[in-house]
């Protein structure tokens, strides 16, 4: 079955810190999203593509970049970790804009 | 700025009991409206998507309506059972040509054995 994994499940780092993030799709879905859950925020959008080579800033994007050199990874990188940034981080991955988006388990990213 | 709002944030119900989810958003020119199922610890999982010319949709015991005029959605559970025991969000996608998805921010729902 095709499934979206991301990795790791949980991290700890420090403030300061470059983090990266992973996702992995393997449903062939030209669209990816990465978006972060907090309490009080409700899930909220960071990056998002279209396909290969093409990324886009979203809602809460400041801190945040994303690559994408093929179709089923789009990894999320925190450039210099801040306490802020602790949250819960979910990839999402749709084959159009009228198919639902399928989410991975997500990260739980803590920042001391 | 669409916001999106879902009451109540929480709800316990007995087992085999029908009930109603909401959902409201501030601007009715929406693309979509998706509803999902979160279960702790994971990620979400989706349950209907109803294009904005649709009313409703309709998957096994699950039923959801739109009323984008009103701007508002529903989720109606049919014979709930323990298992349905989740949090349920709704999210509506803008009618421009981004993929962009406005979330709620949830209704955790209990179904009581």
């Known amino acids: 079955d095709a499934e979206i994994t991301q990795s790791p499940r949980h991290k700890i780092t420090e403030t300061g810190r470059q983090v990266t993030l992973a996702c992995h799709q393997t449903w062939n879905h030209n669209n990816m999203f990465w978006y972060r859950q907090d309490l009080g925020h409700g899930l909220r959008l960071i990056h998002y593509s279209y396909g290969v080579q093409d990324t886009n800033k979203g809602e809460v994007s400041d801190g945040y970049s994303v690559s994408r050199s093929n179709t089923e990874d789009l990894p999320l990188t925190l450039e210099s970790a801040a306490s802020s940034q602790t949250s819960v981080y979910f990839c999402?991955?749709?084959?159009?804009?009228?198919?639902?988006?399928?989410f991975g388990d997500g990260t739980r990213l803590s920042i001391l | 700025k669409q916001e999106v709002t879902q009451i109540p944030a929480a709800l316990s119900v007995p087992e085999g009991e029908n009930l109603v989810l909401n959902c409201s958003f501030t601007?009715?020119?929406?693309?979509?409206l998706q509803w999902f199922r979160q279960d702790p610890g994971k990620g979400l999982t989706s349950l209907l998507l109803?294009?904005?010319?649709?009313r409703e949709q309709t998957s096994g015991r699950l039923n959801a309506s739109l009323d984008k005029s009103s701007g508002r959605s529903t989720l109606y559970i049919a014979a709930s059972q323990p298992g349905d025991s989740a949090t349920y969000l709704c999210a509506v996608s803008r009618p421009d040509s981004s993929y962009k998805l406005i979330f709620g921010s949830g209704t955790r729902l209990l179904v009581r054995p």
């Open positions: 999402a991955s749709s084959a159009g804009r009228d198919q639902p988006q399928h």
């Open positions: 601007d009715s020119a929406i693309y979509n």
């Open positions: 109803i294009q904005s010319s649709q």
